[in-house]
């Protein structure tokens, strides 16, 4: 079985991603998640382009990582100078990182336009520089930027300054696509033809400006490419990098070459998440292999297919790459998936009642509700058309007052009135804002019936105008996402008032943590 | 110079994405630019699926379109009974569509698991119903379901299958990766196969599942593919169908192919764009060719290259898929990024105060911003910075009130307190929610000095939580979009409180409104 190394680019490359700003704290967190997942060499910055990355490679130092290499990102030498003196390979020899890479002009009209120098001194560049580091003992790697398009203009240089690499030491020559610009037949064509020329190693280093990172990436390994380097989903700057993801899923489980380490596999899906909550991106839901909606169902007919066989409708088994398959709730799913979502509550006999349920979440659609992130608000709905569904407190009312006078911070007041058993209680907080009011005066009028709400945390809130375009005013989706020690749950409210939204959301979220908790111990007493 | 037809299916297998739910309106408003754009193809729907999609084709009659031909998409008619009687063919015809779409079984384990009927029957039931439709009059199509799957299987019986389409007098056959799980080098060669024996026209349908989709639709194409089956944007269920956005700019400026009609690909972008605005789904940023971010440039050295040559990081000029370069303002950029931002000032000699504004730009970032999505925030904070800005008013104190009792719709009423020269101004408003009331207050005390304000729009308000890792509380970061007639502007604020973060986005915005037509007046004056 061939080995591929995964080398990730994310704290660097992926970094120039529009809205993709790392802290230091960020990069060793990334850093030990990356070689948890089993990931050959990680790039961790480039030490002389800001003082953040400079303090990484000394942070870095006492991780104790179990497999992977760190690597530091730099420029060959500056022209018309000695290696010596360059504070870029300076830097890159001061970070201590084991492996160093060097970025160099492959494409001759760049040499002379943006280096502004010879051919010849650019070659010199590229081998002085490598020279250098290899001869205080580091391994290093040579990518040729452009490498695709120097090629196309002026092959015979390309491959020189691939020879200049290869003679001063490097261990690997990384063929960059840097304008993502290039198709995989071509691709294939100029690796077969460097793997001629060319003894040590050869990577690959994609784009996706045409969406062709991935095929030009695994067309790459086809023909000879023994690194592939690339993101975690695919941040990056414009179009991104090629997403390490797809690679390393379609490298080990298409093409049964090994890849990562024993049992990484299974890691991929929460490497993935973890990458996006730190980044603090947003999820892609359809993302190939680890996205949330990668194995999920809709379709009425795919619904009942895939109960019925799988391989239906799944080109592989989630679990693989450690995703999970999903029903969804919608217009287009008809009564199997309603069924499937409600299997719990033994009611798939009832077909007067699935037909109500179908209705309802018909309705709500129309109204602005997604019960696709809200499997919570699903799960109560269910419960109330089904009459097993009493609340556990009535509201009598809520007021929300927010006050602002230029020389202070806002003050934010909440009040509660609402009626547990047969008593009313009437309760207030302030907050930072007003829903963390409104948490706050709600949670002081249950926690002493409900001490278990103290486990309840609100993790995420999220809030999307619903353009309404029958005129009408426009209503916004609050989406709530909580949390307590076992569990992870969505909750939806929609209003023409974000508070009104926020509002529903929140008590949606309480109640489905007491039914929880209450079926729980039903099932251990 | 070949022509290749492109056939969307954003209508009907498009809907099937997760978060996706077309109205009526929503699919006779697409339609109308798709044909705008010159697809050939529009298929509108599945007529016995649900009421929607019937009363679609009814409905798609008064359009008039200029290129594209509407179709209609359905099943083969069921086992053991003829086609006069069937409901679904019967709904086909109904449809009135000029085309049909019939999909049918490729792959034996499928007919004899979830058909539960012969390989025999199967064939003439592929037969029967093209040959029905086409005895009405009608063009019919042939999607060829799993047929990469059907074919590894039983390629022989998956070759019988489309012999059976091409004989009942299909136009076009169509070859289905339906589980998005083939690669790209099998799917060129089993086109190149199924070419060899069929003399109708050959068509690619493909998934994303493995991020291939792309790729896997340029070998068709290049092993004999004339018709590119996917969806705007790759919306669809799981990872989505091919994003033929991709393909066509492939297509046309990678392989010199003729799409759509002339001038189709300068429309791509605001096709893109307006598909997303229709389906209420975020903009995918980093999407090839029309994302916001596909030609957006952060790095400070690529900034630098950008503007001395663009070839150097761009594979196309942006403006020939009506898409634009832009320069983003982060930490990373530097200075020339600011100087690129700021030319307008005609400050770039001045390089304390260029310092001054990345640093500023720095500590916001730190706190929280993003400008990326912010440029009149921006603006406003170089004029601050630069000692250009003067307050259009001073605000004394906002406060905003929500009272929601159970039986009734919440009142939200917000009053604003401000001094604009030398008059205290003190307003109150009520809205559906609290940024609507306080921007009622706002305009309230300002419009009569500045009339031009109620040409000012809000048209899209996000909010997103900014994690705070260092433990401190959490922050909101709401960004809004306004509009007047000939501008569109992003304004940010960050808080931890929801209502201050709105109250700062909504004060850049009409300030930046006010600056914007002041130096435009200036300007014509």
Redesign the interface.
């Known amino acids: 079985m061939k080995r591929i190394a995964i080398y990730d680019t994310t704290l660097r490359d992926g ?5 993709v ?1 790392f ?1 230091l ?2 990069k060793l967190l990334l850093t030990k998640k990356l070689d948890e997942l089993g990931v050959d060499y990680i790039e961790g910055g480039y030490p002389l ?2 003082p953040k990355d400079h303090e990484y490679f000394v942070a870095v130092q006492q991780l104790p990582l179990k497999h992977s290499k760190v690597c530091a990102f730099g420029m060959t030498r500056r022209k018309n100078s000695p290696p010596e003196t360059d504070t870029c390979l300076k830097a890159l020899i001061d970070s201590q990182a084991p492996v160093i890479c060097i970025v160099g002009k492959t494409w001759d ?2 040499v002379q ?2 280096l502004s120098t010879s051919l010849e001194e650019n070659l010199k560049m590229i081998e002085d520089s490598i020279a250098y580091c290899r001869s205080l003992g580091r391994e290093v790697m040579y990518d040729a930027e ?1 490498f695709f398009d120097g090629y196309k203009a002026n092959p015979e240089y390309a491959l020189k300054t691939l020879k200049a690499a290869e003679k001063a030491g490097a261990s690997v020559v990384i063929l960059c696509d ?4 290039t ?3 071509v691709i294939s064509e100029r690796v077969t033809a460097v793997c001629k020329e060319i003894k040590c190693q050869v990577g690959i280093h994609c784009h ?5 990172a ?2 030009n990436s ?2 790459a390994v ?1 023909a000879g490419a023994s690194q592939v380097q690339g993101t975690m989903n ?1 941040i990056g ?4 990098n090629v ?1 390490l993801v ?1 690679v390393i ?2 490298l080990n489980l ?2 049964g070459l090994e890849v990562l380490q024993p049992g990484s596999l299974a890691k991929l899906t929460e490497a993935s998440r973890y990458v996006y ?1 730190i980044a ?1 991106l ?1 999820h ?6 680890v ?10 007919m ?1 619904t009942h ?1 895939v109960a ?2 799988p ?6 088994d989630p679990t693989q790459v450690g995703n999970e398959r999903r029903v ?1 709730v ?3 799913s008809g009564r199997s998936t309603i069924l499937t979502k409600t299997q719990k509550y033994d009611l798939h006999n009832d077909k007067p009642l699935m037909s109500k349920i179908l209705n309802q979440v018909q309705d709500l ?1 129309n109204d602005g509700y ?1 019960f ?1 992130a809200a499997e919570a608000s699903f799960d109560l709905l269910v419960k109330k058309v089904a009459g097993l569904y009493k609340p556990w407190f ?13 020389n202070n ?2 003050i ?1 007041e909440a009040t509660v009135k609402i009626g547990l058993a047969d008593k009313i209680l009437h309760t207030v907080a302030e907050g ?4 963390n009011a409104l948490d706050g005066a709600l949670r002081k009028a249950l926690l002493s019936s409900f001490p278990q709400l103290s486990e309840l945390q609100l993790v ?8 309404n ?1 029958a005129g009408t ?2 209503k ?1 989706r609050v989406t709530i996402e909580s949390r307590d020690q076992g569990d992870v749950w969505g909750t939806i409210g929609v ?6 939204a926020s ?1 529903l959301a929140l008590v949606d979220s309480i109640e489905y943590k007491l039914f929880k908790d209450k079926e729980a111990g039903a099932k251990t007493n």
Request: net charge negative.
């Open positions: 970094s120039q991603g529009e809205g700003n802290s704290e960020d382009s800001n009209m760049q336009q943006i452009h840097t304008n993502g610009g198709m995989p037949e996706n400006d045409c969406e062709l991935v095929a695994l067309a086809r695919g700057e414009r179009c991104g997403d797809s899923a379609n298409k093409y909550e603090n947003n892609r839901n359809g993302q190939p292999f996205g949330q909606s990668a194995f999920a169902h809709k379709g009425g795919h297919a019925l066989n391989v239906s409708y799944e080109h592989i969804l919608s217009e287009l659609e997604e696709e009535d509201l009598i009312a809520y007021r929300v007052n927010i006050e602002h006078d230029k911070k806002p934010t930072d804002g007003p829903v995420d809130y999220k809030v999307r105008v619903v353009n375009r005013a426009a916004v209003s023409e008032n974000i508070i009104e509002w």
